[in-house]
Nanobody, 116 residues
């Protein structure tokens, strides 16, 4: 059974940085695209970033492009998302996802709050 567990959420000051982690168990990451999504209260879930399984190609949503980095460690079954220069638009529950086409597996999410 595949399980994804996010960590690293919490309170961040505006302008600060955050590194989220996603630990996978039950299956290796090698053949899966890994992605990060977020959902703020009253809003639909949106894609933040993803990284391919083959060539490590990355995609970023315009809202975080240029200030975030997604990475993966297949040997450790870990995926990471770092966001710099956090803004009041970044607070949300951040979810890790894994898939080969559609997103097959999802984590439970980790809460991110931005406040001074």
């Amino acid at each position: 059974q595949v399980q994804l567990v996010e960590s690293g959420g919490g309170l961040v000051q505006p302008g600060g940085s955050l590194r989220l982690s996603c630990a996978a168990s039950g299956v290796g990451l090698n053949y899966y695209t890994m992605g990060w999504f977020r959902q703020a209260p009253g809003k639909e879930r949106e894609g933040v970033s993803c990284i391919s399984s083959t060539d490590g190609r990355t995609v970023y949503a315009p809202a975080v492009r240029g200030r975030s980095t997604i990475s993966r460690d297949n040997d450790k079954k870990m995926t990471f998302l770092r966001i710099n220069d956090m803004t009041p638009e970044d607070p949300a529950v951040y979810y890790c996802a894994q898939g080969k086409g559609p997103w097959d597996y999802w984590g439970q999410g980790t809460q991110v709050t931005v406040s001074a």
